[in-house]
């Protein structure tokens, strides 16, 4: 059964750092990629970053230039390195992997709270 965990979130004051982390495990089938998320209070979930199987990342807007995603391959890890941080950042931050059309994408952690304030 395949397991997703984050780790990491907290509280943090506006243009503070956090670093947050997500292993995937129990899958057979290679990953393919790993994704986070996000739902702020009152708000939809939406996309803040992927990073494929070959290192391939991709942001979403209101995060480019101040998040880094980083894949740790041999252990099926992701993080998150997020600077700057704005009240506009808190959220739950939720982790999805991805094991392709065979081992499929709907695997998510259970999510982890940030919350940025002074």
């Known amino acids: 059964q395949v397991q997703v965990v984050e780790s990491g979130g907290g509280s943090v004051q506006p243009g503070g750092t956090l670093i947050l982390s997500c292993a995937a495990s129990?899958?057979?089938?290679?990953?393919?990629?790993m994704a986070w998320y996000r739902q702020g209070p009152g708000k939809q979930r939406e996309l803040v970053a992927t990073?494929?199987?070959?290192?391939?990342?991709h942001y979403g807007d209101t995060v480019k230039g101040r998040f880094f995603i980083a894949r740790d391959s041999g252990e099926d890890t992701v993080y998150l390195h997020m600077t700057r941080l704005t009240s506009e950042d808190t959220a739950v931050y939720y982790c999805?992997?991805?094991?392709?059309?065979?081992?499929?994408?709907?695997?998510w952690g259970q999510g982890t709270q940030v919350t940025v304030s002074s």
């Open positions: 990073i494929t199987g070959r290192g391939s990342a």
């Open positions: 999805n992997a991805d094991f392709g059309p065979n081992g499929g994408n709907d695997h």
């Open positions: 129990g899958s057979i089938f290679r990953l393919a990629a």
